[in-house]
């Protein structure tokens, strides 16, 4: 299927508050802040990750020519705390979160950038910006052998943050004798002995974390980024001093052309946060949810909002996602494609294009498949036989469900067996028992013996499954969140 690769895609600045249409040319460069690695990623620090892959995903769909870099920052205070505590070299700290990072990306279904650049690969460019900051009077350095960043130099300091200089935080405790005002920020430390350091024009030493992306976005991205994103926790003040960085040591040189930030996830279930820990390991969410109950719980929200974490929602997340599993696998053995179905397959593409263009509405895109799916299940409710004539809808949910990352493959075949005079609907290996009571209880609840139905349903429950009535019969389903195996 061909695309017009001339439409623009829209997304909503930060710095500006305005829109900024990007891909024209048909390119899109996005940088997005890599972890510190110095332990494991929790769930909240995966969106940015898997919100931008999808994003990568669908412009390559229509055809963009995507440069994708986010990268890994390999050293800061953190990680050498964290080598002291264990007395162990910061490398191998580096080298063990790294892994982590990549594992627990791949259990969600994250891909890989086109390039993950690491920080301490790059400390040749990171010392040319300094001594152009140097040169062009925004930085000094100190007797110590630090080098600032000073503030008061860039006027335009504190419009990505909407902050006036005056009524700013300090954001560097320490050793502030150096330092000509408390705004000024680190761009090259001295080194103390037996910590990691480079050679430099102002003697050994290791970067700021800030010139670190601002050295690895001109290095990578050397037309400007088209995008680039991180949390809104890091908005002040590491992207304020990127952008402070870049713009002042190369003016006319376009850094970035749209800044996206991302909500936070709250944690709002106590309860949950008190059994997994306030920091949720993605290894333990996947196991309990699934990747695609998460995956459809975080693309349902914008991006640039907030996004609540609890056991319950996770739950309907999974039970949504497990209702478009059962009604994909109903029509996708379908041959033809009726009216009705051609008309959806085209208005589904034609909303999931529009909401993904603006920028990258993911729940909206998300909300066109399941009206689309509401749609198509009330025609079959009132016709059985029509869910053969679904082709084309069910190619078009496959097309937009594994651009937004799904694992639609993974998901069995739905298969029906006739157990006692009743039609049960399931997938995965059932055992004769459960189909029985499935059949027993929808017999009770025909007889209105509720009582016996009720308790039949709670054998089924202690055994791990749940029942959903639909208008075409019951549907066994486990409890703990899937159709997976
Ligand atoms: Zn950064």
Redesign the pocket.
Known sequence: MGYITNMTIKVRDTLTGGTVELGENGRVGIYV??PTVYNHIHIGNSRVHLFWDVAVRYLRSRDYEVKFVW?I?DIEDKIINKANEEGVSWREIVERYTDSFHERLALLGVGMPDVEPRATEHIPEMIRIIEELIEKGHAYPSENGDVYYAVESFPEYGALSNQKPSEMRETEKGETGHKKSHLDFTLWKASKPDEPSWESPWGDGRPG??I??SA?VGKHLPDGADIHG?GTD?RFP??EN?LAQSKGAYPEHEFVRAWCHHGMVRMTDEKMAKSIGNVVDIKDVVERFGADAIRMWLLQSHYGGPVDFSEKILDEKGRSWERLVRFYGQISPSKISSEDSARLATGLLEKFDEAMRDDFNTPEAIAAVFEAVAEAGRAISANPEAAGEFASLADAIEEVLTILGFELSAAPEEKAAEVDGVSVRYSGDVGEGALRLVAGREKARKERDFAAADGLRDELHSGGWAVEDTPEGPVLVRRDGGLRE
């Open positions: 802040c890599g990268n920052t974390w800030h670190e992306c690895m991180g890091i590491h992207h990127e």
